[in-house]
């Protein structure tokens, strides 16, 4: 049974950083996209940034310039660092990885709160 396992959210104020690690196990096959989604109240999941197993990486436009997403293939590891945090940026944010026979997983999510 594959689960991914996100930490590192927590609270903190407008202009900080944290680093949201997910770690992926119990899986046959090899992750091609892993990523961050994100999801606050009222609104709908959205994408925060998506890495390949290449390395190619897409951002959200809202978060370009101020987070990183990257992976440790060997790890099934997929962590994105996260500057100059906006209120805005507050909500559960939601580790995915899709495996190259084409099944999606979802970790449980991880709050992050940015206080202004």
């Known amino acids: 049974q594959v689960q991914l396992v996100e930490s590192g959210g927590g609270l903190v104020q407008a202009g900080g950083s944290l680093r949201l690690s997910c770690a992926a196990s119990?899986?046959?096959?090899?992750?091609?996209?892993m990523g961050w989604y994100r999801q606050a109240p009222g609104k709908q999941r959205e994408l925060v940034a998506v890495?390949?197993?290449?390395?190619?990486?897409n951002y959200a436009d809202s978060v370009k310039g101020r987070f990183t997403i990257s992976r440790d293939n060997a790890k099934n590891a997929v962590y994105v660092q996260m500057n100059s945090l906006k209120p805005e940026d507050t909500a559960v944010y939601y580790c995915?990885?899709?495996?190259?026979?084409?099944?999606?997983?979802w970790g449980q999510g991880t709050q992050v709160t940015v206080s202004s």
């Open positions: 995915n990885a899709l495996n190259e026979v084409g099944y999606r997983f």
């Open positions: 119990g899986s046959r096959f090899r992750f091609s996209d």
């Open positions: 890495i390949t197993s290449g390395g190619s990486t």
